[in-house]
């Protein structure tokens, strides 16, 4: 019974068709499915740290508004993935809240940029204009996914993650425009970034989960084709603001048609997600449990009223 299902489920994916949540679905798809929207929602909503951070020391009040929409954009794209996840979770007994708590309690991992310092206004800047650039990189290649409410919602936060591209450009044109003291934090903050842009996109093997994945057409690109793609886009306009890129063997390999770069220190950063180890990964993990706590009254609110409505 089961193979006859899959045999017609594979061919639903060769024709492009979406899979919905309630349609039939191997177990491995829901699976990695939930593994990959789970992390991106999370890491939706452990990304407006860094830049909240930021908020009430914004240099005008034209900056901070447009930070306060970015962080509030991330958030939401965390709640619309949630729910996305949430209906993969049901059949296998876990709740929203379940999903919640695994970021608390540390059982699910989030994107290695947001374990990361924002020190100075700079960082700001390079996480909208190159984290969020990277996130651009990655999520459109998903717009195509064979999950139809995966896709749909990534039709939307791509929408709103180039306005975050923009935000970040912006503040970076202005600090390289402005005095010699604002170009060198900028050049800073490049440095400070470049290892972990470049850990962004994942290691350059193609793993069983990532295959499998390109399989059910969850994703078409590999990690190193994103990467490369973030490089060709990025290096010319970094390059073009006066930035010098801190990796001394950076080059374009004509015959090969590839960036050619030192690779990021693998085992490092990967610990570091995996342990939540970085410098601002137990800080920004407490801050999500006092509001996981501190807010659940009105979780509970809602679930009344609905129950209510409902009588
Ligand atoms: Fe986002
Ligand atoms: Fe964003």
Not at 36 to 47: F, N, P, R, T, Y
Not at 63 to 70: C, E, N, P, T
Not at 94 to 100: F, I, N, Q, Y
Request: glycine share 6%.
């Amino acid at each position: 019974m089961d193979q006859s299902r899959f045999k017609q489920f594979m061919e639903r994916i060769e024709r492009g068709e979406k899979i919905e949540a309630n349609d039939w679905m191997p177990d491995d798809y829901r699976r990695l499915l939930l593994r990959l929207i789970h992390m991106h929602a999370v890491s939706e909503i452990m990304g407006a740290y860094p830049e909240k951070e930021w908020v009430p020391k914004a240099p005008s009040l034209r900056r901070k508004l447009s930070l306060m929409a970015k962080v509030q954009d991330e958030i939401g794209h965390g709640q619309l993935l949630l729910r996305v996840a949430e209906d993969l979770a049901a059949p296998l007994g876990r709740g929203r809240d379940d999903l919640m708590e695994d970021v608390i309690v540390g059982r699910v991992k989030f994107h290695n940029v947001f374990h990361m310092e924002a020190p100075s206004w700079a960082d700001a800047g390079i996480i909208g204009w190159l984290v969020d650039g990277a996130a651009i990189m990655t999520q459109t290649a998903l717009l195509d996914c064979s999950y139809g409410p995966y896709a749909r919602v990534l039709k939307r936060i791509c929408a709103e993650e180039s306005f975050h591209m923009q935000h970040g450009e912006s503040i970076i044109l202005a600090l390289a425009e402005g005095t010699e003291a604002q170009r060198q934090m900028l050049q800073e903050a490049l440095n400070r970034w470049w290892e972990a842009l470049l850990f962004f996109f994942g290691p350059p093997e193609v793993t069983e989960s990532a295959r499998k994945m390109m399989e059910y057409r969850i994703r078409y690109r590999t990690n190193e084709e994103l990467r490369q793609k973030f490089l060709t886009r990025y290096i010319p306009r970094i390059q073009s603001v006066g930035l010098t890129i801190p990796d001394s063997r950076l080059r374009f390999d004509e015959a090969q048609q590839r960036w050619m770069y030192t690779e990021p220190d693998w085992e490092r950063l990967g610990r570091m997600v995996r342990e939540n180890s970085g410098p601002k990964s137990q800080e920004r993990i407490a801050f999500r449990r006092r509001a996981h706590t501190d807010q659940a009254w009105v979780r509970e609110a809602l679930i009344r009223a609905r129950a209510q409505a409902a009588v």
